[in-house]
């Protein structure tokens, strides 16, 4: 077959497919012509009086997610705030010190915690905790305190009934009442007295020692050696 004839082959095809796709697609033309046009309903308007009653939301009476009844008051939490349970007794920290230990596999290292607990009402105690975390040595001193707690032997002063002077280890302490004084002592001493709840006395150290756990064990047996 020539070029020419092939060509004119080609151009029939083409012609006919155009001539049917216009056909093809006017039915579904009038169908959709066929069809109802939907119509938008117009937007209902709310009454001025409606308006009034509702809130910044649309709610009625006012009361949007954060607010309460009324111009935007904030709602009360269910559980309210839990206050916390006072302790039985006062503790202080009077020194902490990280103590390491040599192995064979190299340096372990621990915490060393004193602590003083008192409910200056005349209980006082000095404990020491040793562990590997200071949470933990800490919990230990308490306990080891209430263990070693003592009753001081005070007047209705809250006064010691008379003069004490104590030697523990290297510390040596001497307490003295004085009326009018007000608490006067240095070091952990002062710190043992105030746990004890004990007023008007005057405390001296005559040592030079500056271990602060035995000064406060030192004040812990001068007490011990008060009689009423």
Do not use: C, W
């Not at 119509?39 to 649309?58: H, M, S």
């Not at 372990?108 to 209980?123: E, Q």
């Not at 933990?136 to 809250?158: G, N, Q, T, W």
């Amino acid at each position: 077959m020539s070029e020419e004839k092939q060509q004119e082959a080609t151009t029939d095809v083409k012609s006919d497919t155009a001539v049917k796709t216009p056909a093809a697609a006017t039915p579904a033309t009038g169908a959709a012509t066929d069809a109802p046009a939907a119509t938008t309903p117009a937007p209902a308007t709310a009454a001025p009086a409606d308006r009034a009653q509702r809130g910044p939301r649309g709610r009625r009476g006012g009361n949007d997610r954060r607010g309460g009844a009324g111009a935007g008051g904030r709602r009360p939490r269910r559980g309210g705030r839990q206050e916390r349970a006072k302790p039985e007794f006062e503790q202080k920290i009077i020194g902490i010190r990280r103590v390491t230990r040599v192995m064979a596999g190299g340096r372990r290292f621990s915490f060393s915690v004193s602590m003083v607990i008192g409910d200056k009402k005349g209980k006082v105690g000095v404990g020491i905790g040793k562990a590997g975390d200071t949470q933990l040595a800490i919990e230990k001193a308490v306990r080891d305190a209430k263990k070693h707690m003592i009753v001081v032997p005070m007047d209705k002063f809250s006064r010691i009934p008379h003069d004490v002077h104590v030697k523990y280890a290297s510390s040596e302490v001497m307490m003295i009442p004085a009326a009018g004084r007000g608490l006067v002592a240095g070091s952990s001493v002062r710190t043992v007295l105030e746990h004890a709840g004990v007023k008007d006395i005057t405390a001296k150290l005559f040592s030079r020692s500056k271990n602060k756990l035995n000064n406060a064990r030192a004040a812990v047996e001068a007490l011990k050696q008060l009689k009423k």
